[in-house]
């Protein structure tokens, strides 16, 4: 057994007080999240796995939020583009559900870049022992000096007057701290650095277009170069340590965890 899903099931054979335990995972893009979670909810009896990814606002909602903030607000992913009420709402309803009822999860198309109908979304059964969250930022603080600080990329240079930052630091020190603190645990998969995740990210497109590794198109390459650039900073905040407590597993550029001295 990997040690991550060593420190994950013993995070879910913990006791709570009442409902379920919820336990947030936190890694950068193309670490294998999903795909850990897919394994280990079908070995945890009672157990389901949920993706902030699910949890965007509509595509109007970020069109607005673009028009109104900044452009930058486009792209999907950075703190603001979430619908956290939703997904509070959706944690709550799971955890205090009783095992007759059965709970809509909302569910989000990224070909189509919008959210699915509600009629579409899935049905999770109720009575839970063990929810799991996975996103990229789960457990990050907010850092509101951060707008002062000079830009670390060309993404980030476009923020001439740091109204992108200020708002995702907002967010993060209002509505997600709330979502963090809903976490019974948190378990972090550190890469070994920001560098890395370009690398893991092309491949992660490599297999949705259904190409051979190597095989992107420059077009896409560089798409996903930029793409990246809106989540660096934070990715190397929740490196540096500045995040909610909580169990770390690293890993290196091949996703295997590292050993510690």
């Known amino acids: ?9 013993a995070m879910a054979s913990a006791e709570v007080g009442h409902g379920a335990r919820v336990i947030f995972i936190a890694g950068p893009q193309g670490v294998g999240k999903s795909t850990a979670m897919a394994a280990l909810t079908g070995a945890i009896p009672d157990s389901v796995s949920l993706g902030l990814d699910d949890f965007y606002l509509t595509r ?14 486009e792209t999907r992913g950075p703190p603001g583009t979430h619908d956290v ?40 059964a109720g009575a ?12 990050v603080a907010a850092d509101l000096s951060s707008p002062e600080a000079a830009p670390l990329n060309a993404v ?26 809903m ?19 092309m491949q992660q497109e490599e297999t949705t277009l259904g190409v051979a590794p190597g095989g992107l198109p420059q077009t ?3 798409w996903v ?8 900073r934070l990715t190397e905040r929740l490196l540096a340590g500045e995040r909610r407590p909580g169990q770390s597993v690293a890993v290196d550029r091949f996703r295997q965890p590292r050993l510690q001295n």
């Open 85 to 124: 009420a939703l997904l509070m709402e959706t944690l709550a309803r799971l955890k205090a559900s009783r095992a007759e009822e059965r709970i809509a999860v909302p569910a989000f198309d990224k070909a189509a870049d919008e959210r699915r109908p509600q009629a579409e979304w899935p049905m999770l």
């Open 220 to 222: 896409r390459q560089a």
């Open 156 to 181: 980030e240079a476009e923020d001439a007057f740091g109204a992108w930052r200020a708002y995702q630091e907002a967010q993060l020190a209002g509505p997600y701290q709330r979502l963090w603190d």
């Open 128 to 139: 839970l022992r063990v929810i799991f969250v996975e996103g990229w930022m789960m457990g």
């Open 183 to 201: 976490a019974d645990a948190f378990l972090y998969i550190d890469a070994p650095e920001f560098d890395t995740v370009l690398g893991w990210r």
């Open 1 to 9: 057994m990997t040690p991550l899903a060593e420190a994950l099931l």
């Open 225 to 232: 170069a930029r793409f990246i650039l809106h989540y660096q």
């Open 60 to 73: 109007g909602e970020r069109m607005a939020l673009a028009r109104d903030v900044h452009p930058l607000f």
